[in-house]
């Protein structure tokens, strides 16, 4: 993202009242840093962020019930978003990412698409510092 970020809102908020609600898209097997780095920058920066669950250390595969929870629960995350941010780092945007863009597209909730990181993480601790 080379334009600004939120140009069309306030970019930091007060303790009372987040300035978005944003629902974070991306893979968490390819990129769990990245998803986490621009989570926390959101955040610090005043906004609400909603974003997938990493597994935790040594958690085997989830079962499809565990799946189409975690999939209902990001849809209706989605639903209640000021925006979406797809955060792909490698370029490649999986099936499920781009299946959750789709959506929000389908409901008119804006999305984003975050490819550089370091940049995006850099201009958000500028602008709430």
């Known amino acids: 993202m080379s334009e600004p970020y939120f140009a069309d809102h306030a970019t930091t908020s007060t303790a009372q009242e987040p300035s978005l ?13 990245a998803l986490r780095r621009v989570e926390r920058a959101l955040a610090l920066a005043g906004h609400l962020v909603n974003a997938p669950i990493p597994p935790l250390p040594g958690e085997s595969d989830l079962t ?3 799946l189409a929870n975690l999939t ?3 849809h209706a995350a989605i639903r209640r ?3 979406v ?7 490649r945007p999986g ?8 959506y929000a597209e389908q409901l008119g909730v804006p999305v984003r698409w975050v490819w550089d990181v370091d940049p995006f ?7 709430a510092a």
Do not use: K, M, N, Y
């Open 95 to 102: 099936d499920s990412t781009r299946s959750e863009v789709r």
């Open 81 to 83: 978003s000021d925006l």
């Open 64 to 66: 499809p019930g565990q």
């Open 121 to 127: 993480v850099a201009a958000l601790g500028a602008l």
């Open 21 to 33: 609600a944003i629902t974070l898209c991306g893979s968490i097997t390819r990129a769990p840093e």
């Open 85 to 91: 941010i797809a955060v792909v780092p490698d370029g």
């Open 72 to 74: 209902t629960g990001h």
